[in-house]
Every structure is written in structure tokens, then in C-alpha cells.
């Protein structure tokens, strides 16, 4: 494997290389980087046999090199943790409740997503992400967000579509495709992003939906209505402040025995 030449030249040719690693499986993504053109791991990166021409290390492109192979992954781990990439709960655990159980076909629906390393080979093939890294999240964390979206066990779906909206977040993602093809664990985040922008399309038709109603409640009835966990309360109409002016028929027979 590439990691083991590295090793390699880093023990007994020059020591001040530098690089990540840590798992040396194909787990932690630390040891990230490009290899012979394509953003792969080190550690499962096999060196062809019989290569009599010399392979081509570098680091991932169009981030910012810290030192020889090791590149600045502070902001991509800023955006991992804009989307709270774990399981939130609006519900009490009843109590001795210990585990929160998921049906077969609920648990299916987040293979292809929990795999993920974070490695950030995606990420930083993404042309959208080398000029908007700042502002777009990336395929990486975009399918991650996905996967706790649609994950059965959470309760705040809602809130986590509505901060995926605006500020480029979601929309910068035009399935060019480049991040699936550079995924070195067989990973789809091109259809994760693309499943991802349809719920939120139809969470903000829902959005839009409930708000016509609202406006709708509030021209015709000054009851108080529940939305969001909140007690609105509504206007009257102009037609029913009217009514509200006019006299009462036993007002109007007082007025006529006077």
C-alpha cells in the first residue's frame, strides 16, 4: 500500500515527511490525499505491480497545505459540526427505555451514508466547493446531513431542513458527480445531495402550505390556533369587526318602544 512506502521513505530516507494516519484500514480517512491523479486513502491504496514508471503523491487539491501531504481541515470540520450530526430527541425517554428501537427497513435506508470517514476526498473535488468552501457545505457534509435527516430515531427533521436553506448551503451542488467518483469507499454523494434537496423542496411546500392556511384562518375567525408548538391568535376580519358594530336586534327593539 502507498501508506507503507511512506512509512518507508519517512523511516529510513527523510524524516521530516510529513502525513496523517492512524487506522491503516480504511476507517478514520485521516490518511487522505492524491494519489496518481485521484484523491484516494494511503492505506487501501494498493502500489501497482510492476509499475516500472513513478507514482505521483500529493496532497488534496485546493486545500491548504499545512506541511508536505497534511493539509487544513479546520473548516471542513466547522461545517461537520453545523449540522449537529447526531441523533436529537424531542421526546422524553420513558422510563428503563435504554434503547431507541428502528424497524429493518427504516435501518436500511442509511447504508451508503453512515460509512462515511470524512475523509474529505469529496469535498475537495467538488468545483463548487474549491471556489465556495467558505459558504457551501460540500457533498461530505451534505451527506451527512442527509443521513440524519432521514434517519427514523430523530425528531428534529424540520429544524435540520430549515437550516440547510439559503446561504448557498444546498444549492451549489449542481450533480456534476466528480464527488462520487472520487468517494474511496464506494460511497453516492451525488444522490445523497439530490434526495436531500428534494425533501427539503417538499418541506418548504409544506412550509408554504401551513402559512396560507394561517393567513387564511386569521381573515375569517379570531380564534386562538396551534402551529409549531405556539398559540397564535388572530385578528377579526374587517367584514366581522363591522358586524361587531352594528347593534343587536334587542337593541334595535328597545330603540323602537322608546
Known sequence: MFLDALIKIKDEIDPTLSFRRSC???ICGSCSMNIDGRHNLACIAPIPKNNKERSFVAPLTFMNVLKDLVVDMTNFYNQYKLINPYLKRKTPKKPGEKELCQSIEDRAKIDGLYECVLCGSCSSSCPSY???SNEYLGPAILQQAYRWVIDSRDEYTGERLEALGGDMKLD???QVGVCSLACPKGLNPRKAIQELKEKY???EEKKKKESTNIEICSMHSNTPILHGGCLLYTSPSPR???KSRMPSSACKK???KK
Open 201 to 203: 423542496k417538499e418541506y
Open 130 to 132: 474549491w471556489w465556495h
Open 24 to 26: 491503516r484500514e480504511g
Open 240 to 242: 366581522d369587526r363591522q
Open 172 to 174: 451549489e451542488c449542481f
Open 254 to 256: 328597545k330603540k323602537k
